[in-house]
């Protein structure tokens, strides 16, 4: 405790005596300044012990004292200690009525005590407090150290709850609550997610102080320009010197755990991209010896592969040839870097999935490969219902920038989730993934299945710039003849291959004599000079008639 004007009554050597103000002795006294001026206002701080002999001061005067006075209170002045003997040989009464009326502590100091000595008193007992709050920091410093090797994070957490006579709460990448201490802030806790939201996109170290039931503070942990964590403290008022230190002992600790997690984040990515890389290459037992538990029954149990682009990525590729990557080659390229999630939506993916998988326990192996992320997950867990709630949740902020401003068509992430698979079909699901990827890419979505895709039609698939360009030029001289009004070629073909050939069935359809139907094939065969009797000609016709059809052509 800082020293008070009551400690300094009670100060033995001093001899102070109370004339004024009693029941204001328990104001902490910042310093002790004596000051003869008329007004040494202009030179306080507030919570001073003014020291004065009144050499300039007309103490008689009842106005004047109570201007005086009335100052004091005013800039936060803790007391007035007058000395006697000096110029007055007692208190004058008008001061004496001035502090008694304003409430202001007014002490008497004898003459045999010198101001230096109360001036002296005052900073002994501030540099006591001071070593006091130090000592009671390092004391936390090592209960908090002790804590977090003995029973990590929250034990941590438990430790400093005490020593600050509130209640921490610790905060993931993402903004989740991941350990409150006490249990029962875990509520008070949850209200600040926003908050903590907030502070997560600002550089760190950030920190901010939130009203409420609590006084709580805030503070992001980690040393990249993006917070790994964040740190809540809630108390009944503010922090006191020696809960200062306990509070930044614990960021200290909690951003050394963050660190040390980052590194082994990275080691435990090259095991990981090993591990994929065996797992695409058909050697499953491989990869289950080199992930030994790290991933716990991961690598046994059904899961999903996820792959993720970013939009740039994506456009690259939609310029380029069109054909998918063959597995072997894609993971050749595993990069086992964490990219830093600042403006990064591979990075936010990240982690998305990776806090979703701690907060359930589950294990989930993630990668990024370059341009791309890949991701194996639980089937049914939580990561993959994450990122599908990602991916909604992105879909939904385009859509409302597109209703209020006429934008929002850009898609800042691609994903393709393949089918739940097992270790020895993972080759399968990458190419299942890549497939989803590439449909989702064409369609500008953020998030395909393969699964919809094979529950699906083949049709929207068509929907491509190649694919429209191949139907227009193998259709065009058909439309072009048709144009002359010589005969319907177009829908006398579609008629036929609708009906699998068969020409009673399509000549009724269209309301002709079959052996016109005949005539009619003939010509198309003529104009396209290719065989109807080519199984593989019309398919490729079929699907032709089918993608105009769908461009409304």
């Known amino acids: 405790m800082p020293p008070t004007l009551a400690s300094l009554v009670h100060h033995s050597a001093l001899k102070l005596t109370v004339r004024a103000g009693e029941g204001r002795l328990d104001v902490p006294v910042r310093w002790a300044h004596a000051s003869e001026l008329a007004d040494p206002v202009p030179y306080m701080e507030g919570g001073e012990l003014l020291l004065i002999t009144a050499l300039k001061l007309d103490a008689d005067d009842p106005e004047v004292m109570q201007r005086y006075v009335k100052r004091l209170v005013g800039a936060g002045v803790a007391g007035l200690g007058f000395a006697v003997g000096v110029h007055y040989e007692e208190i004058p009464k008008a001061l004496v009525d001035a502090a008694q009326e304003e409430g202001l502590p007014l002490l008497e100091v004898p003459r045999r005590t010198p101001f230096l000595a109360i001036s002296k008193a005052v900073s002994a007992a501030i540099a006591a407090d001071q070593y006091r709050a130090v000592t009671a920091g390092f004391a936390a410093q090592r209960e908090l150290t002790k804590q977090a090797l003995t029973d990590g994070p929250e034990g941590l957490l438990a430790s400093l709850a005490g020593q600050v006579d509130g209640w921490a709460a610790l905060y993931d990448a993402s903004g989740a609550v991941v350990a409150t ?60 010197t020696a809960e200062r230190y306990a509070l930044h002992s614990a960021i200290a600790l909690l951003t050394l755990t963050t660190e040390r997690s980052r590194s082994l984040q990275a080691a435990e990515q090259r095991i990981g991209a090993a591990v994929l890389r065996m797992l695409l290459a058909g050697e499953s037992d491989h990869a289950r010896a080199v992930a030994g538990g790290l991933f716990g029954e991961l690598l046994d149990a059904p899961f999903r592969l996820i792959l993720a682009e970013s939009a740039s990525a994506s456009a690259a590729r939609a310029h380029a040839d069109g054909h998918a990557r063959v597995a072997a080659a894609a993971v050749s390229s595993l990069a086992p870097a964490a990219p830093d999630t600042a403006g990064d939506p591979l990075g936010a993916l990240a982690e998305v999935v990776e806090s979703a998988a701690a907060r359930s326990g589950e ?70 993934a890549e497939q989803a990827l590439s449909v989702a890419r064409r369609r500008g979505r953020f998030l395909v299945e393969h699964e919809e ?101």
Do not use: N
Not at 205 to 216: C, F, I, L, N, Q
Not at 390 to 414: F, I, K, T
Not at 422 to 431: H, M
Not at 538 to 552: D, Q
């Open 363 to 432: 294990a989930v192996l993630v990668v990024p490969d370059g341009e791309r992320l890949v991701v194996l997950a639980v089937d049914g867990g939580a990561a993959v219902a994450a990122c599908q709630e990602h991916a909604a949740a992105l879909e939904a902020q385009r859509a409302s920038a597109r209703e209020q401003s006429g934008g929002g068509d850009e898609v800042e992430l691609v994903v393709g989730l393949s089918a739940p698979a097992g270790p020895i079909a993972a080759g399968a699901a990458y190419k299942q």
């Open 453 to 553: 895709l094979a529950a699906g039609s083949v049709l929207p698939l068509l929907a491509d710039d190649a694919v429209r360009a191949f139907a227009d030029g193998l259709l065009r001289a058909l439309h072009e003849h048709d144009a002359t009004g010589r005969g319907d070629l177009v829908a006398s073909l579609r008629a036929w291959l609708s009906r699998h050939g068969q020409w009673d069935a399509a000549a009724a359809d269209l309301g002709v004599h079959r052996h016109t139907l005949r005539y009619r094939m003939r010509r198309v065969e003529e104009i396209l000079g290719r065989s109807l009797d080519d199984p593989d000609v019309r398919m490729e016709l079929w699907l032709a008639l089918k993608t105009t059809a769908a461009a409304g052509e």
């Open 181 to 240: 201490a006490p249990e029962w802030a875990g509520r008070r806790a949850a209200r600040l997610t926003q908050d903590v939201e907030r502070l997560r996109d600002r550089p760190a170290p950030a920190s901010s102080v939130v009203g409420g039931e609590d006084r709580v503070e805030l503070h992001s942990l980690g040393t990249g320009r993006r917070p790994r964590a964040a740190l809540a403290v809630g108390t009944a008022a503010a922090l006191g």
